[in-house]
Nanobody, 114 residues
Framework: VQLQAFGGGLVQPGGSLRLSCVASGSTFSIDEVGWYRQAPGKQRELVASIRSGGSTNYADSVKGRFAISRDNAVNTVNLQMNSLKPEDTGVYYC?????????WGQGTQVTVSS
């Protein structure tokens, strides 16, 4: 499984961004896809995830502001981020899990600043 992340950038507080994670390879084996982020000097943390059955999970800090969704037709998982705050700044990584393996995409920088 290979993952490519798109959509980072610079946005003002209160703005929106949409991240996309495109999977290729043995995508049929993916059980769960998640978005993680790592801020400078901090550990990588889960932001949101979605399972093959559609159930979702969010970090408390993003509930009500972020929405994760998947488009199976194009093997893509999107993260819509609204009402962005400076503390949302970080490198965002896409992660995919199968029964036996875990895969990471390259990070994409999200900077929330005025």
């Amino acid at each position: 499984v290979q993952l490519q992340a798109f959509g980072g950038g610079l946005v003002q507080p209160g703005g929106s961004l949409r991240l996309s994670c495109v999977a290729s390879g043995s995508t049929f084996s993916i059980d769960e896809v998640g978005w993680y982020r790592q801020a400078p000097g901090k550990q990588r943390e889960l932001v949101a995830s979605i399972r093959s059955g559609g159930s979702t999970n969010y970090a408390d800090s993003v509930k009500g502001r972020f929405a994760i969704s998947r488009d199976n037709a194009v093997n893509t998982v999107n993260l819509q981020m609204n009402s962005l705050k400076p503390e949302d700044t970080g490198v965002y990584y896409c992660n995919a899990r199968t029964v036996f393996n875990e895969y990471w995409g390259q990070g994409t920088q999200v900077t929330v600043s005025s």
